[in-house]
């Protein structure tokens, strides 16, 4: 029998997939060993990843949620198909870090059949990007090296403003090389960097 820590050494199945944001009662198809993005730069880990019967996405089962499925059910994951969760949304911190939207499992088992809903759920972009950023997997200039266009590029100088943590020169430097990339004039691009700035500012406030 294998422990569930044995696949340890963050998407997947997101909060995305929890219509309204409400409770969302699933069965638990399988679990297999997978490799995912290591954090704050570090290599690849094992992990735990899961199928769910009523999502197509799999979804990787951190320590925190994998105890909580061993404490109702067994830490041996070959018991765990067939049985049912109820995935909830909620944040955590991670290193500097905060309130990054996560799934969690209730830790009790859920009464009557699974909940209702699509099995696959459009992604919110900036839900996917906070919780890749969350899990290391996305690093400050990642939102303006993926812009195409103009339009892309403003969108992506109010993502990173809001998490970056190098200086103001450092971001103007790379927004400027990523406007002449994409043709955006310098001068509505640094606009549009210290408009972002300021909101992070007063929302810091």
């Known amino acids: 029998m294998t422990h569930?820590?044995?696949?340890?050494?963050?998407?997947?199945?997101?909060?995305?997939?929890?219509?309204?944001?409400?409770?969302?009662?699933?069965?638990?198809k399988r679990v297999k060993q997978g490799e995912v993005g290591g954090q704050e730069g570090r290599a690849k880990q094992r992990s735990a990843v899961?199928?769910?019967?009523?999502?197509?996405?799999?979804?990787?089962?951190n320590k925190t949620n994998g105890s909580t499925i061993a404490g109702m059910y067994s830490p041996?994951?070959?018991?765990?198909?067939?049985?049912?969760?109820?995935?909830f949304a909620s944040t955590t911190?991670?290193?500097k870090r905060k309130n990054i939207p996560c799934i969690r499992i209730r830790p009790t088992p859920p009464e009557g059949g699974p909940t209702p809903g699509p099995r696959s759920s459009p992604v919110d972009p900036d839900q996917r990007e906070t919780q890749r950023r969350g899990a290391g997997e996305w690093k400050d200039g990642d939102a303006l090296k993926s812009a195409k266009t103009g339009a892309d590029l403003m969108d992506a100088?109010?993502?990173?403003?809001?998490?970056?943590?190098?200086?103001?020169?450092?971001?103007?430097?790379?927004?400027?090389?990523?406007?002449?990339?994409?043709?955006l004039d310098p001068d509505q691009a640094d606009a549009t960097l210290q408009e972002a700035l300021e909101a992070v500012a007063e929302a810091g406030a």
């Open 157 to 183: 100088i109010r993502r990173e403003a809001a998490w970056i943590e190098a200086s103001e020169a450092k971001i103007w430097t790379w927004v400027l090389k990523r406007a002449g990339e994409v043709g």
């Open 50 to 61: 899961m199928q769910l019967e009523e999502l197509d996405r799999p979804m990787v089962v």
């Open 93 to 95: 911190d991670f290193g």
């Open 4 to 28: 569930y820590r044995e696949f340890y050494s963050a998407d997947w199945v997101g909060v995305w997939d929890l219509p309204d944001g409400n409770d969302r009662v699933v069965t638990i």
């Open 76 to 87: 041996h994951v070959e018991r765990w198909a067939g049985r049912r969760i109820t995935l």
